[in-house]
């Protein structure tokens, strides 16, 4: 079974009812919504569509909605694109209207972007394809030198290399975005240009002010960012490496080790991490990845993320379907070699919570004995979160009540839901049912070793206090 979870983002190539199918059924964990394109109602159309689909062939699939957050871009051009020669003059300028640009001068979205940067700063357009060099600011105006030109078209995005920019991760149109994901019921919401704890802390409030219960992702692609990383992990559930902006404003040469650092980091502090951008970006057009592109999903995958995601290959590209199903063998691929054998045992560490401590000595446990499989009976899914950042080859079950729950471990790295009342009367009862349920899914076999974990205040989030070692029987 895949332990690595796979996000496919929505678009235009997946509103086809029937491509929503396959692509679930070729292994899609969990669907992201991008809010930079595209306007609610579409966005909630899909919502409705994936989870109609989901019920139908008895999946859960969480959905993740991804906040635009302060894109900073240029305005349009006259005639576009503009070809900026190396070398030339060029300014950025606040004041100009939306569809001036010209090839000496672009308008700019952001008001404070001269307020941000000063003499002798670079500043990277279009994902970094070209740099400009700052020689002075006048007012609106920042006066630019082109360093690395090429052809520049409407609405690129603006960074500047090491970060600083002002512009608050959470704008109007998110704060609106955050009200509609609460009403739909959404699992997770990612939080774009993270700067600080307290931008996360502000999007887990919005969303409770709404109503809403999902989880937060932080998307690490700030230099501030980094810089505040363990901070960011434990005010988030999730975070996620955005490689495009963070590899433009820290970066290329440093950006695969930064990924294994963010990867770790997170495990280490039990936080869920995505790994995210041009993951098969050939796969647009291509039915074939490139060799780089394996090695790359594969990679992170034995770094121990927990998700990879892809973007434009399933949201616009020509094969999403074979996208997610290319993904998917690579990933089982890279899970047949087991470089570290054991991580994160934490024999000298305390532990902050009851159910923490059970399923470290339920991963322990049944790494040192032949257990086929370990069944957490979880309201909140806390438990499986636990057992899930120890790496294991043994499939955890997590069997809850609760359809949110069921969908948000959807995207825990060897976590599988199951639909299970857990608040049945007897032990044996309980027992009998689950095993009933992992012969009919064909999860089990009569004579396996299970362990489980429940709690006796049934029905209580976090309540997991108990871990009991059973072998399965047919009657």
Known sequence: MRRTKIIATLGPATDDPKVMQRLLEAGTDTVRVNFSHGDWNEQERRIKSVRKTAAKLGRYVAVLGDLQGPKIRIRRFKESPAVLEEGQ?????????????????????????????????????????????????????????VIVGGELSDRKGINRHGG???????????????????????????????????????????????????????????SEAVQNLEAIIDASDAVMVARGDLGVETGYAGLTGLQKKIIRTARHRH??????????????????????????????????????????????????????????????GAEAYRLISSTLRRHNAHFEYVDQAIAMAVMYTANHLDVHSIIALTES????????????????????????????????RGVYPVLFDVTHGSSDSLYRDIFDRLLSLGQAEEGDLLIFTKGDMKGVAGGTNAMTILRVTSQ
């Open 89 to 145: 003059a060029f300014i950025l300028d606040s004041t100009m209207g939306g569809d001036e640009g010209t090839v000496e001068a672009v308008g700019v979205a952001y008001e404070g972007l001269a307020g941000d940067v000063e003499k002798g700063d670079t500043l990277l357009l279009d994902d970094g394809h070209l740099n400009l060099l700052v020689e002075d600011v006048q007012g609106p105006r920042i006066i630019c030198r």
């Open 164 to 222: 600083g920019l002002s512009a608050p991760a959470l704008m109007d149109k998110d704060r609106d975005d955050i009200r509609l994901a609460a009403e739909a019921d959404i699992d997770w919401i990612a939080v774009s240009f993270v700067r600080n704890p307290e931008d996360v802390n502000e999007a887990r409030q919005l969303l409770r002010d709404a109503g809403g219960a999902g989880h937060i992702v932080a998307k690490i692609e700030r």
């Open 271 to 332: 936080k869920i991490s995505i790994t995210a951008t041009q993951m098969m970006e050939s796969m647009i057009h291509s039915q074939v990845p490139t060799r780089a592109e394996v090695s790359d999903v594969a990679n992170a995958v034995m770094d121990g993320t927990d998700a990879v995601m892809l973007s434009a290959e399933t949201a616009v590209g020509e094969h999403p379907v074979r996208a997610v199903e290319t993904m998917a063998e690579v990933c089982q």
């Open 381 to 412: 899914g806390s438990t499986a979160l636990w057992m899930s950042r120890i790496r294991s080859d043994i499939p955890i079950y997590a069997f809850s009540r609760h359809e949110a729950t069921l969908r948000r471990v959807s995207l825990y």
